[in-house]
């Protein structure tokens, strides 16, 4: 572990040096302000995005060849993150909130609102962000760099939140062949990627629920990292898949936040660690509501989901683990099939998610 932290300063200081030298040259493209969507309650904002020197990235379209998806790819890969810069968040009520970007250009902001901004969107509250202040060897802003934060407010009528893996559970990836899955991250774009089959209907019916409003919160979780945000985003939007904040992982090698079970070890650790951490968040910040789970047998989800299950008793409503086609990947799903029965709660192997929204129907999650 201290050789990889030694490895991640180091690739971090050269990093930060290119940045400084091309800044003082002018060399930087202009930069852009990246303020990913995120959730909150109406007496707290989660926000979270990203400082950078704009990628040069075209618009992505259905006809882009796999040699432009590629190019695209290492754009968003080679950035230039913009350390130690001040950004202010403006509310409603007059209120400015200062924070500061870290040494890969993140801000993480939490604000207790006093007044609501109006809803952009149905559940989505947004809050101006722009930078204040600059490190000295960058020079002026011309113009001035803003972005909006989009906020996720569930309403009180929410009957279930959903939290949902994306590579392998929403769209293939084959995470389980490190070259095929390499293949389909790099070769490929928001338009490229399909979704699986009765994917989006059965998402948009879990977040209709019984009522058949959208009041139901959709929560993206995965171990993708936040270079692919706008890919992704624009995939969700594609297939009219629900809107929802995206909680991917920094790529930056670094320590878990959180401590995974004995015998989780090397990257799936890493994996591990870090969507137990955003779960924890998410139900720790809405206590009384309820959330069914989905993800795929191809990597962690089961055992994942199953340390949610210990660690929030009486939370869970239903597990949905979309089955890869792995033999043994599926081998270990009903061991803990039959643990989480002790605890109350239904994980369910599918094959397709025909099956899983005739079971939803079944228990009432869905009209």
Do not use: C
């Not at 929403?170 to 774009?189: D, H």
């Not at 624009?234 to 629900?242: R, S, V, W, Y």
């Not at 910040?285 to 989901?305: C, H, K, M, N, W």
């Amino acid at each position: 572990m201290k050789l990889l932290d030694a490895l991640s300063s180091f690739t971090e200081w050269t990093d930060h040096l290119l940045t400084r030298t091309s800044a003082r040259r002018g060399w930087l493209r202009p930069l852009q302000l990246d303020a990913y969507r995120s959730y909150g309650t109406a007496a707290r904002f989660y926000i979270k995005g990203r400082l950078l020197a704009d990628r040069g990235l075209r618009p992505q379209t259905a006809a882009d060849s796999r040699w432009r998806n590629f190019r695209s790819m290492v754009r968003r890969f080679n950035s230039r993150e913009v350390a130690g810069a001040d950004l202010v968040a403006e509310l409603p009520d007059g209120s400015q909130h200062l924070v500061t970007t870290d040494d890969e250009g993140y801000f993480t902001l939490i604000i207790e609102p006093k007044v609501l901004p109006l809803p952009e969107a149905y559940l989505w509250y947004p809050v101006p962000v722009r930078v204040a202040r600059l490190p000295a060897h960058f020079r002026p802003l011309l113009p001035e760099v803003l972005a909006a934060a989009k906020v996720l407010v569930p309403p009180p009528s929410a009957e279930f939140g959903i939290i949902s893996d994306l590579d392998d559970t929403v769209f293939e990836t084959s995470a389980t062949n490190v070259l095929k899955m390499l293949a389909r991250t790099l070769l490929s774009n928001a338009h490229s990627r399909l979704p699986f089959v009765g994917v989006a209907d059965f998402y948009r019916r879990l977040q209709r629920g019984r009522t058949g409003r959208p009041d139901n919160p959709f929560f993206y979780v995965s171990s993708s990292p936040w270079n692919l945000y706008d890919v992704l985003d624009e995939f969700l939007g594609i297939h009219e898949m629900p809107p929802g904040p995206l909680l991917l992982r920094d790529l930056s090698i670094a320590r878990p936040k959180t401590t995974p079970p004995p015998g989780v070890t090397g990257s799936a650790a890493i994996h591990f660690a870090h969507k137990l951490h955003e779960i924890d968040d998410l139900l720790t910040t809405y206590p009384r509501l309820p959330f069914v789970l989905l993800g795929d047998s191809g990597q962690e989800d089961a055992r994942i989901y199953r340390e949610v299950v210990r660690r929030h008793p009486g939370r869970i409503r239903v597990i949905y683990i979309r089955d890869v086609q792995v033999p043994e990947r599926a081998a270990l799903i009903g061991p803990i099939i039959e643990e989480l029965k002790v605890d109350g709660v239904t994980m369910l192997l599918v094959a397709d998610y025909a099956a899983a929204a005739a079971h939803a129907a079944g228990l009432g999650l869905v009209g």
